[in-house]
């Protein structure tokens, strides 16, 4: 058996030090584009210089050989093929197929935790590996290393404390919470039954264009093939720096704005403490696909979901926790996302809202989708279609799971995520189970104001009831999880949702939700 409070703990604890990774490497790019733009200034400053010394050798005087320039230039392309070094991309210039060093070592860290902290039975699926979780026998560069040497090097490498040398918070939950005691029947389950999947960096894309407020470390709990446990890890919940040049507002879910400033070795000074969005469902959410409504579950159903952030002190490799709430209601950044037009909201509070958040796909069935949801939305009456562009899948969810939150303190609970094909188990699984708590939350009381910083506050035993809200494919079925939970391989299991899939929250946004679906199911050219 295993203690699922201990599970999502330690999860919370080896994502914190995947987003440590991730810190690292965005650290270095930073250091890489001074220099860069330092050589760029030279460079120009040094063509200035020579354009005199040409000029009078076309009147007759001694050419110049203008060495210098043409080596500062070769130098400038350097430090610019420097500057995404570890970025690998699978079609050549298209950020989409970015694979980052970042990737690879954050899921070495990961896996490595949780092996030491449960052992290798505990099945986990990662999306960086072929074998799910980097067995013995692999052989993958990961951030520079190579083979065995690159498994022993990556905490040094990254300034990651091992967790033989730090062990992982297995107390990470609230001890208050009474559905998850020691002796609940739904908190210990069979290790057999258990599944881990691990998205090492959701937001790759966004990480290698700098947006870096969308970009996540997902780690899901999936016990008999349903999501009841997540962790979201935020590397950047302060959003980008400065010295990534990137067009638009900074959307994330890390609830703090697009915070800048340069990169000079202070991680915590330019992006805010890591933090950690943790969440745990004693029991699935209610069943999604069908007409009926979502009926809250059973009157014992309660939730936990918190969010932490990380507290270091001046041993790096001795860390705390402080607890602080899940919803922030400061300067929308609820609601921030890529498009700064998104901000600029002038109309009425008195009409409904609908925000739909998806990414900038050019696939046709987000179009099919977001083309239905405008027509049912007219068809409804008096209904604003708020569209939303948002990073990484774990980014969308997350917002949808903060929208259900924010609907008891400010306008705006209806929300629906729109992904397309080419999701998978990895990049959901931890998003479902933050969505699904967060629906019971919204069903109690309003999020407390913050606490004051010398007594932060726990997080609130959330309310047996849940708020409408759904996670569907866009047939309306549930999303399929079943990696063999006996291989510790995903090799030939199914970790892509094919169907695409679709997230809501709000009484409408379900309703909307499903007849989405009901529409999508009858439309031959989504068929097609």
């Known amino acids: 058996m295993i203690s699922l409070p201990r599970l999502v703990s330690s999860c919370a604890d080896a994502a914190r030090r995947g987003c440590m990774v991730i810190r690292s490497v965005q650290s270095r790019r930073e250091a890489v584009l001074a220099l860069q733009r330092q050589q760029q200034q030279q460079t120009h400053q040094e063509a ?32 610019s093929e420097a500057s995404s070094h570890g970025v690998i991309y699978k079609v050549a210039g298209d950020s989409r197929s970015a694979l980052t060093e970042a ?41 520079g290393d190579k083979g065995d040497e690159g498994k ?71 016990v008999d093939g349903v999501p009841v446990g997540g962790v979201v890890g935020l590397p950047f919940p302060g959003g980008r720096t400065e010295s990534m040049e990137t067009e638009g507002a900074d959307g994330g879910a890390g609830g703090g704005g697009s915070k800048r400033g340069s990169s000079d070795g202070d991680d915590e000074g330019c992006f805010g403490p890591v933090q ?52 922030v209601s400061t300067s929308g950044s609820s609601r921030a996302t890529d498009t700064a037009a998104a901000d600029n909201d002038t109309s009425s509070s008195s009409r409904r809202r609908l925000t739909v958040l ?53 306008s705006g609970g209806d ?3 729109v992904m397309p094909r080419g999701t998978c188990s990895w990049d959901t699984a931890a998003p479902t189970a933050v969505l699904g708590a967060a629906l019971r939350s919204a069903a109690a009381a309003p999020p407390a104001a913050p606490a004051a910083p010398a007594a932060p506050a726990a ?15 866009f047939n309306g079925n ?25 997230a809501s929250s709000g009484k409408d946004g379900e309703r909307w939700h499903r007849e989405l679906c009901r529409r999508l199911e009858a439309d031959e050219e989504w068929k097609r």
């Open 48 to 79: 200035a210089a020579d354009a005199p010394t040409a000029a009078s050798a076309v009147g007759g005087g001694p050419a110049s050989p203008a060495p210098t320039t043409a080596a500062a230039a070769a130098a400038a392309d350097a430090l």
């Open 478 to 502: 549930d999303l399929v999880y079943n990696a063999n939970a006996n291989s510790n391989s995903n090799n030939g299991a199914d970790v892509t949702n094919a169907l695409g899939v679709l």
């Open 152 to 222: 022993s090097d990556v905490f040094e490498r990254y300034g990651v404390p091992r967790p033989t040398d730090v062990p992982l918070h297995e107390d990470l939950l609230p001890s208050s919470s009474s559905s998850f005691s020691s002796n609940s029947s739904n908190s210990n389950v069979p290790l057999s039954s258990v599944t881990i999947y691990v998205d090492p960096m959701d937001g790759t894309r966004e990480f290698v264009d700098g947006r870096l407020g969308n970009v996540q470390c997902l780690v899901g709990i999936v």
């Open 358 to 410: 998806s990414g900038d796909s050019k696939k046709p069935e987000k179009d099919i989708a977001i083309g239905h949801l405008r027509d049912i939305c007219a068809e409804d009456g008096d209904v604003e279609l708020d569209l939303r562009v948002a990073g990484g899948c774990g980014n969308k969810m997350m917002q949808v799971a903060m929208n259900a939150v924010a609907g008891n303190v400010e």
């Open 459 to 473: 997080p609130a035993a959330p309310a047996a009831a849940s708020c409408p809200g759904l996670v569907t494919d």
């Open 276 to 327: 950690i969005v943790y969440a745990l469902l004693p029991s699935p959410l209610p069943p999604t696909s069908g007409d009926g409504d979502n009926d809250g579950g059973s009157a014992s159903a309660a939730a936990v979901l918190g969010r932490l952030a990380v507290k270091e002190g001046e041993d790096a490799n001795a860390f705390a926790f402080d607890d602080i709430p899940f919803f």
């Open 415 to 417: 929300a629906i995520a």
């Open 103 to 143: 990737d690879g070592a954050s899921q070495r860290v990961i896996v490595e935790c949780l092996r030491h902290c449960w052992g290798d039975r505990l099945n986990i699926v990662g999306e960086e590996d072929d074998d799910g979780d980097g067995g013995e026998g692999d052989d993958k560069d990961e951030g």
